[in-house]
Nanobody, 115 residues
């Protein structure tokens, strides 16, 4: 059974930092990319950052230069380092794993940035 478990969310002041982790377990076949998405109240879920098996990364324009996605060599954990956080970064953050059979999602972790 595939499981994705996010951790590292919380409450932080504007300008602060957080590092999110996503731990993957179970057999994930043919996964070429992992990513972080977020969903703020009343808004659609949006891509934050994505990393491929070849370590190509892409970011939402709103987080470029502030957020960094990375992974461990074994592809078991993906991280999202978030610096210079802004109140508009407040959302539930979800990690995922893209596979040829579909996409797996975690349950999400809340990030709240106070002004």
């Amino acid at each position: 059974q595939v499981q994705l478990v996010e951790s590292g969310g919380g409450l932080v002041q504007a300008g602060g930092s957080l590092r999110l982790s996503c731990a993957y377990s179970g057999r994930i076949f043919s996964s070429n990319a992992r990513g972080w998405y977020r969903q703020a109240p009343g808004k659609q879920r949006e891509l934050v950052a994505r990393i491929t098996s070849g370590d190509t990364t892409n970011y939402a324009d709103s987080v470029k230069g502030r957020f960094t996605i990375s992974r461990d060599v074994a592809w078991n954990t993906v991280y999202l380092l978030m610096n210079s956080l802004k109140p508009e970064d407040t959302a539930v953050y979800y990690c995922n794993a893209e596979t040829v059979l579909g996409t797996y999602w975690g349950q999400g972790t809340q990030v709240t940035v106070s002004s």
